[in-house]
């Protein structure tokens, strides 16, 4: 009877030789609070919105801006982030993040007035958007086998949907609960000690990935993809509150421009671009 001997991989005897990543699970620990986090207080201020402005006042309008300051500068730093962690390394660039992200955590729950509020609430977005892009890649990094990749992922899903969830109910019981009368802050101070665990945790687990510093972060990349943003997200909650002027109709399609204008421009420095250029297509 004629057998046929299956002759292993390279790449097959590389995997099963190569021991996993020791603390991978506490990796995904500290990526899962990461994204609990940001999704939370995406969304987390919104419910706080009418005992802050009982306590330090400001209009409907200035209202909206301690969730949209937050998102807008997450958007516009998002792409940046990203390239930051490929230039200095992701663990670098996660830890100084993370760390960003609870020191303006602190900041916003101590602010002692809404323009403050509103400043440490867009620190708060940048330092955000400089954490939330290199997940994926450790999850690649400290999960090279297929299958155990993918049961790590399971539970990434729902630990950034569920949050989205839960932030109005727990903004709302931590405002009642006014624990040591601090009222609305609560809903911001709550970071600090999850911020420092996550830190504590991510120290010791999370790898060191390769640095690529041959590159370089495309700084006019950065200003049109940024100005777009701005110019689009800007009118759309300002516009009602300003009485729809007539700037607000010239800034939308500048913002539109300002896209195509990001578009030419990553196609035509492939080298540095924000985005592969093939996703451009």
């Known amino acids: ?126 330092f955000g958007a400089l954490m939330i892009p290199q997940g994926f890649g450790f999850l690649k990094q400290v999960f090279p086998d297929p299958d155990e990749f993918d049961r790590a992922m399971g539970f990434v899903g729902p630990a950034t949907g569920v949050p989205l969830l839960a932030a109005p109910i727990l903004a709302g019981a931590l405002i009642d609960a006014n624990l040591w009368h601090v009222g609305w802050r609560l809903v911001f101070l709550i970071n600090v000690p999850v911020g420092v665990l996550a830190l504590a945790l991510a120290l010791p687990a999370l790898p060191d990935s390769a640095k690529r510093e041959h590159l370089k972060l495309d700084i006019a990349g950065v200003w049109l993809i940024g100005l777009a943003l701005v110019a689009i997200i800007y009118p759309l909650i300002q516009a009602r509150a300003d009485g729809w002027p007539i700037w607000i109709f010239t800034l939308l399609p500048s913002g539109v421009l300002l896209l195509f204008a990001f578009l030419h421009h990553e196609r035509s420095h492939r080298s540095n671009a924000l985005i592969e250029p093939s996703l451009l297509g």
């Open 1 to 126: 009877m004629n057998t046929t001997a299956i002759t292993p991989s390279s790449t097959d005897i590389s995997r099963s030789s190569a021991p996993p990543y020791r603390l991978r699970w506490v990796a995904l620990i500290v990526v899962m609070t990461a994204n609990v986090m940001d999704a939370m207080d995406a969304t987390i201020a919104t419910i706080a919105s009418p005992s802050v402005r009982h306590d330090l006042g400001g209009s409907a309008s200035t209202l909206q801006w301690i969730s949209a300051g937050y998102t807008l500068a997450f958007a516009v730093l998002l792409i940046a982030g990203a390239r930051l962690g490929d230039i200095f390394g992701r663990r670098r660039v996660f830890l100084y993040g993370l760390a960003g992200f609870t020191l303006f955590s602190a900041v916003c729950a101590a602010a002692p007035s809404m323009p403050m509020l509103i400043a440490s609430r867009a620190l708060q977005g940048g």
